[in-house]
């Protein structure tokens, strides 16, 4: 009976599309883009054809920026930037953004005043000055850096000379220093020179799979406020993920970044044009790395989703009225449906042993305190970190299985080198997804004498097995004796984490009241719980202040409980 009534609606739908003068969805979507969007169009394009059988994505090359207005203005879903589109400069037509190209300044890792530059930062007048100034050393930046040269070099790179020129606020700038084609001819031309700066694409300054700055360079920090120093909402600088997040939160120059659009003459309106737009708002987001581009916040992407659906249903509503047949098969259909619905109903009513099964099941994907494990045996820190001492006097350090519930799927773990001296409190690992990170601290006092050389390249074990084989050090220690005592044995620490779930609840709460209504799909509704691995749904902002807010609060306690 229910296949008979699915046919039956399928028929009725086909019916009405004919009805309302409507052909079947092309098998062939057109769209265009300007030269330099053309590689990621046409990656896009390819992805999302191979995942949509019948339906084939074909990408149009326009040849300069008129033949763009044309395409567009014949009805075409366009990929742009705003130089190239007036459309985007007039805010004329539809667009919204899908990607961003970031630009960096980089500095050889080996320069001699590194140091001292890491501290203070640069400003984008003494940038200026450097650029278009021969034979300066950075003496005229940096006071004891006497005598140490500076080689600048600059890109032919219309995207870096740009972005260049906002910064700066002035087309005057490349006056001096040796010019070279791309960034990538920059970086190795850095690489090579110890006094050598330029500006560059952030995808030919770093690995954007491993997530690392390139080797031989070092990214240049920029002193916003021309303070004389790096103060901490500045200091983005020392790695690939800090960057990244700075970038997302708002803490890097906005005028060294530039948004990439999908354009339109219309709001998108075909099913095929709105499956695509959103499948690059959501999955098609990942092969913006590796063509040069940053990704777009979470938030961002849901927006975007929204609005795309909104204007369909708008423009569904202000149609044309319906024929009389029209209507009559609209009413048949409901009355199809009304029909399922109600058979569905006496199903459940009847069948409560399946209703618990489908409970269970859906219970697993929920975050509750009895989903988290506690093993007898460790001793555990209130900012998620354990420790156990082995029988050769090494102390194990890991992750617990509350925060891997909380952080979701982990893509790489940044750790310190073996020798490293650290002490409780400190700053000793950073679990990273997708280029938002989160610092942990050491729960003990010592020497690391081993890391966990397999989470360099499977860092999921982390979450599959926080307690064995995602171990993360192997310690010795300074001060055992005294430091355990300030730890938890599972049984107190079980205790801990109830008020944990708590404070875990009031902060997610408190994200989704300061405006973030995008988030609040992460707490369900029935009893208010939280849906596993939260986090991952959540933007750097969230991870910036859960952070600030919920991990850094417990390592201040335990420090004054140290001391």
Known sequence: MKKLFVSLIGLVLISFSTVNGKAPASDTLRITSTPDM???????????????????????????????????????????????????????????????????????????????????????????????????????????????????????????????????????????????????????????????????????????????????????PIDRNNNGMLDENENIYSDFNQLVRGIWIGKYPKTLTTNIYAAGIDNPEGEASLAFM???????????????????????????????????????????????????????????????????????????????????????????????????????DKTHTWAFMEQDGMVKVGVDDFLQHITGAITRINMKKDGTRVQKGEQILSLVQNGKHLDLYAPVSGIIREHNSVLETKSGIINSSPYREGWVYRIEPSNWHRENQLLFHADKYRQYLTQEFTRFKDFMAAVITAGNKEYSHAILQDGGEMSDGILEQMGPEVWDDFQTKYIDPSRQVWFYELF
């Open 38 to 220: 053309f590689s990621l169009a046409s990656v896009w394009a390819d992805e999302y054809s191979a995942l949509t059988p019948g339906l084939k994505v074909k990408v149009v090359k326009a040849a300069d920026n008129n033949q763009t207005e044309e395409l567009i203005g014949r009805g075409m879903l366009g990929f742009v930037t705003a130089k190239n589109y007036t459309g985007i400069r007039s805010s004329s037509g539809w667009h919204t953004v899908v990607g961003r190209d970031v630009i960096v300044p980089v500095i050889n890792i080996n320069n001699p005043a590194l140091d001292e530059i890491r501290k203070q930062g640069v400003s984008s007048e003494e940038l200026l000055h450097l650029m278009n100034s021969k034979g300066l050393n950075w003496s005229s930046v940096i006071p004891s850096a006497k005598n140490i040269q500076m080689n600048y070099y600059r890109s032919k790179d219309e995207t870096v000379s740009a972005s260049l020129v906002s910064f700066f606020g002035t087309t005057d700038i490349n006056k001096a220093g040796t010019e070279l084609e791309t960034s990538d001819a920059i970086i190795d031309a850095i690489r090579k020179d110890p006094a050598g700066i330029g500006f560059c694409k952030l995808t030919s300054a770093a690995d954007m799979k491993n997530q690392m700055i390139n080797e031989g360079i070092a990214l240049l």
């Open 278 to 380: 959103k499948w690059i708002l959501s999955d098609g987001q990942k092969f913006l790395y590796d063509n040069g581009y940053n990704e777009l916040l979470l938030s961002e992407r849901q927006k975007s989703v929204d609005q795309l659906y909104e204007a369909k249903v708008y423009t569904t509503a202000s149609s044309e009225t319906r024929s009389p047949i029209t209507v009559l098969l609209l009413l048949f259909a409901a009355a199809l449906i009304f029909v399922l619905a109600v058979d569905r109903i006496v199903r459940l009513a009847k069948s409560s042993q399946a209703h618990s099964a489908e409970a269970k099941t859906a219970s697993g994907k929920i975050f509750g305190e009895s989903a988290v494990v506690v093993p007898s045996g460790l001793y555990f």
